[in-house]
C-alpha cells in the first residue's frame, strides 16, 4: 500500500466525514444553499493566500533543486492563475475583488491554514506534505468522485464551475504529482518511529478540512 | 494610553465578547456544569504545551539577553512548574495523567495556539507578543474581574482554585511582567505603517480565546 | 536621504571594502586570474540555490499580494532563469553541471547565506530585505561602476559576460524594483528603536560579501 | 556502531583536524598566545548566545513533553549559569562585559552559529541535533583528550580552567546526556533516504568548528 493509502486507511472515518461531508453532497445534489457556497468561496480565497505561503515554506524546506523547482511552480500556478480563477469564480457569484479583501478569516480557516504552516515549521518537508495533502488530494478524490456519482454536471448545474476545476484533468495531474512527490518524500524520509505522528497530523488536518465544509453549512 | 490599552479598544466588543464570556460568568457565578470545565481543562493542559513552545519562540526571536532570559524563565515555568499544578488540577476533577496524554486537541485549541505559533514565525517579537497578550493579559484581567465582581471565592466554590490561581498575586505579577514587555516592545517597534496588521492579530487572537471558551460550553 | 543612502553611510568602509574589493578591480581590469572567477563561480551557483531560498522565504514573510507577488517572482527567476544562465556560464569556464553539483560550500558562503535566512527568520520582512539588499543591490552599483570606470567591456575582455549581466538594464532594473520594495518595507516598519539593529544586520551582511570575494582570491 | 560514531566514522579526517587543531594543542600544551586565547573567547561569548537560541529551537522542535523539558534546561543552563561563568573567566583574562557587549560576531562565529540555526529551521529536531553534535560532544572529547594526553591540568597551567570546565564530571554528563539524546532521535528519524544529507551536515558543521579555532590563531 502507498503512503498515501495508509494515510487514508489510518483515519477512515474522518477521511469519508471530510470527502463526502455533507457539504459535498448538497454541492453535486445541486441543493447546496448559494449563501453556503459564498461563505465558502470567500474563505477559500483567504484559504488560498495561506496556501501560497505554505508552498513558499515547501520551497525553503526543499532538499533539492528538482522539488524547489516544483514547490515554486506551486506558489506561482496559486499567486498568478488560481487567484484570478477564484477571483472570477466569485465575480460569477456576485462577490467582488473588494468583497474578498475586506473579509475575515473564519476560525476555521484560521486553524487549517495555520496548522499546516506550523507544522511545516516544528518539522521537515515530509510534515509539511502530509499536512498539505487532505486539500491537494482530498479535492482531488472529491472532483472525481462527484463526477463518478453524478456525471459530468449539466451546463444548468449551479456548481459546474467548482466541479469540472477540480474534477478537470489539469487539477488531476496537479494532485497525481502532488502525490508522487509526497510518497517520494515518504520513501526517502518515513520511519517507524515517525508513522504515528504523521498519521495523527493527516487526521488532525482531515478534520479540520471537514470543519472548513462545515463552516460553510452553519453560516447559512 | 499605552499600547495594550489601545489594542483592546479597537476591538472592545471582541474584548468583552472574550474577558465576559458566559464561561467566565457561569465560572465566577460556580453555575458552570462540570463536564464544561473538565473539557475545558483538558484542552487547556494541551494548550500549555504550544505555549511553551511559543515562549521557546520568544527566546529565538529576543534581541536582547534580558528579553531572552525573561522568555526562557517563562518557558521554564510552564514545563516544570504550570503543567504540573495542572496536572494536580485534573486529577482533583477526576482527570488522570493519562487522560491527559490521550486527549486529542480540540479545533478550538489548534486555530488560536498555532495562529500565535505562526504569527511569530512570520513576524518578530512583537508580533509574536501581540498574539500571546489576549491569552496572558486575558486571564489576568479576568481573574481581577471575578473577585472584583464575586469577591475572594469561597472554600466550596467550585471553581476556587482556578480563579484563585489567576486572581492571585504570582499570576499578576507574571502578567505586569509581561504587559511591560509588550509595551517595550511597542515603544521599539511599533510603527503607524504596522498599526493595522497588529490591531488586526490581537482582534483575531481574542476571537480565537472566545471561541475557546465556547468549546468548553458547547462540549455538554 | 533614503534608507538605503542610511544604511550604506552607516558602513561607508565596509560598502567600500565590498563594492571596490581587489577582486573587482582585477576582474574589470581583466587581470583576475581565471582559477579565482572559477572558483568563485563554482560558490556563487551553490550561493544561488540558498539566495532561492531566502526568496522564498520572503514570499512567506510578506504581508500582502502584490509583495508575495514580486517575491514569487524572484524565486522563480533564480530558479528557472539565473541558474541555467549560470550553468552556461560554467560550461564556458570548463565547469560541468556535475562539477557544480559535487562542489562543496566554502564557509564565506555558507557564512552569508545562513546569516540571511537567519536573519529572515528571526525577524520580519524588513530584515529579511536589509540582509538581501548588500547582494542585490551591490552587485548592480558594481556592474554600474565597472562600466562607468572601464567602459563598456571590448569583446575580448575575459569577464564581459558577467559585467554586461549586472551592469545590463534586466539586472539593474530588477535591482531598481528591488530598492523601492526596501524603500517601502522601511517607510513601513522602521523605527528609531530598530535602526541600530537594521545598520548593524547590513554592515555584517555586507562584510560576509567582502568575505566571499576574498575567498576567490585566496583560492588561487 | 552508534549514530555519532558513524558520523564521526564519516569524516575521520575533518573531525581529526577539528578536534586535534593546532589550537587545541597548543592550549594543552600552554603554548597558545593569550591573544589568541583571548580572541578566542570574545567570540565563544557571542557564540553562546546563539547557542541558547538554537536550544530554544530545539524546544520548539520537540515531540514530547520530555525532550521539551531537556532542551529548555539547556537554555537555561546557558543563559542563566554558563554566560556567566564565561564573564568571569573573560575577566580573569582582562575582558571587561562591556568588552564583550561591543565586541562584533567574527565571520566564523557567524559561519557556525547561523548554519546551526539554520539547519533547524529547515530540517527536523535531527537536523538540528546533528548540526549542533561538533560543538557539544568536540567539545566533550576535547576535553577528556587533553587531560589524558597531558594529566590533570597543573594549577601553573594558564589555561586550566578552561581544561577542567570541558574535562570536568559536569560538563561530561551533560555531553553524554546530549549523546543519548542524539541517538534516540537517529532511532526515531534516521532512514538510509537521508543519511547522506546528514553526514554532510555534521561534516560542514565540523569543518565551520575548525574554522573557529582557526580564527583564535590567525588572530595573532
Redesign the interface.
Known sequence: MGFFESLKDNCADEWRAYTRHEFVLQLGAATLPKPAFQTYLVQDYLFL?QF??AH??A???S?N?QD??D??AG??AI??VE?DLHVRLCADWGLSAADLEHS??A??T??YT??V??AG????IL?LMVALAPCMLGYAEIGRWLVAEHGKPEANHPYQTWINEYAGQAYQDVAQATLLTLEKHA?????Q??QN?LFHLFS?AT??EA?FWQMGLTSV
Chains 1, 2, 3, 4 share one sequence.
Open positions: 493566500i501560497a505561503r513558499a515554506l520551497v525553503y524546506k532538499t533543486l524547489m523547482r514547490a515554486a506558489v506561482s499567486l498568478d487567484m475575515v478569516e476560525p476555521q484560521i486553524a495555520r496548522f504552516l506550523e515549521h516544528a518539522g521537515d510534515d520513501s526517502e524520509l518515513l520511519t518511529g515517525r505522528r488532525q478534520r479540520l470543519e
